[in-house]
């Protein structure tokens, strides 16, 4: 939908189906991307009014044949990927152009991301370009909301989770430096930085629950030196996703 600043979004209510605390994923973790130079959507707070969900039809939870409003107030917009009158945005794209995104080798960066905060889910993408026929696409990363386990602020990590589902985005990993400048900015990042994002997300998306977040920002901080080896579990997987990595 499009909000009064002109720009269109996509918003995630409260009382959604998966967890409260998802909203407050998306903002920490896609604004811990932004910080590692990772493509993704800006993400903000949004107003929602009781009288705009209860003349839109389409702002309802449906769940198990039950139809919810959606709540009011405060929820979490991320900004749509492209504006929609002039861009072609896609969920999936075939091998031989999935190969030709143009900034593949983010996939590899975003792992920095998602082994790090244990995303829960598969990596999410989605696919632009403008309207030429012959444009090569960009991914941009969305979803965030399964990391850190989802509303169980946990870190039960495993190989194969948080990856993304086709191994043709890993190619060109060769070594450790496919994955910079992200991993170095990682490791290297002060609590204090994590502490300024986490502050701007709105009490109610955690259920007032300052002393769990002050165990997930420390948990986070304490994980930057393990982010190596949670990516070596994955290379090191059933999946061989790093061919071209022949190296010690």
Same mark, same amino acid.
């Given at each position: 939908?499009?909000?009064?600043?002109?720009?269109?979004?996509?918003?995630?209510?409260?009382?959604?189906?998966?967890?409260?605390?998802?909203?407050?994923?998306?903002?920490?973790?896609?604004?811990?991307?932004?910080?590692?130079?990772?493509?993704?959507?800006?993400?903000?707070?949004?107003?929602?009014?009781?009288?705009?969900?209860?003349?839109?039809?389409?702002?309802?939870?449906?769940? %198990? +044949?039950?139809?919810?409003?959606?709540? @009011?107030? =405060?929820?979490?917009?991320?900004?749509? *990927?492209? #504006?929609?009158?002039?861009?072609?945005?896609?969920?999936?794209?075939?091998?031989?152009?999935?190969?030709?995104?143009?900034?593949?080798?983010?996939?590899?960066?975003?792992?920095?991301?998602?082994?790090?905060?244990?995303?829960?889910?598969?990596?999410?993408?989605?696919?632009?370009?403008?309207?030429?026929?012959?444009?090569?696409?960009?991914?941009?990363?969305?979803?965030?909301?399964?990391?850190?386990?989802?509303?169980?602020?946990?870190?039960?990590?495993?190989?194969?989770?948080?990856?993304?589902?086709?191994?043709?985005?890993?190619?060109?990993? %060769? +070594?450790?430096?496919?994955?910079?400048? @992200?991993? =170095?900015?990682?490791?290297?990042?002060? *609590?204090? #930085?994590?502490?300024?994002?986490?502050?701007?997300?709105?009490?109610?998306?955690?259920?007032?629950?300052?002393?769990?977040?002050?165990?997930?920002?420390?948990?986070?901080?304490?994980?930057?030196?393990?982010?190596?080896?949670?990516?070596?579990?994955?290379?090191?997987?059933?999946?061989?996703?790093?061919?071209?990595?022949?190296?010690?």
């Amino acid at each position: 939908m499009r909000a009064s600043d002109g720009a269109y979004y996509v918003t995630k209510a409260q009382n959604n189906p998966q967890h409260v605390r998802v909203l407050a994923n998306e903002m920490l973790a896609t604004r811990l991307g932004q910080m590692l130079e990772l493509p993704m959507p800006r993400v903000e707070t949004i107003e929602v009014s009781q009288s705009l969900i209860e003349h839109t039809a389409d702002l309802r939870v449906e769940l %198990a +044949g039950v139809s919810t409003l959606c709540k @009011a107030g =405060t929820q979490l917009a991320s900004l749509y *990927v492209q #504006d929609p009158s002039d861009s072609i945005v896609q969920d999936y794209l075939p091998e031989n152009l999935l190969e030709a995104v143009r900034n593949i080798r983010d996939f590899a960066c975003v792992l920095v991301l998602d082994r790090w905060t244990c995303n829960s889910d598969g990596r999410q993408a989605v696919f632009t370009r403008k309207g030429k026929p012959r444009g090569k696409y960009a991914a941009t990363f969305i979803d965030q909301g399964y990391c850190f386990n989802a509303g169980e602020w946990s870190f039960p990590d495993s190989p194969l989770r948080g990856v993304y589902a086709r191994n043709c985005v890993y190619k060109h990993v %060769a +070594g450790w430096n496919a994955f910079e400048p @992200a991993l =170095t900015r990682a490791e290297q990042m002060d *609590v204090d #930085d994590i502490w300024r994002i986490a502050t701007a997300i709105p009490p109610e998306w955690y259920e007032f629950d300052i002393d769990g977040l002050k165990r997930l920002v420390e948990a986070l901080y304490r994980r930057r030196p393990i982010i190596r080896d949670l990516i070596a579990q994955f290379r090191n997987s059933s999946r061989n996703p790093f061919p071209s990595w022949t190296s010690s």
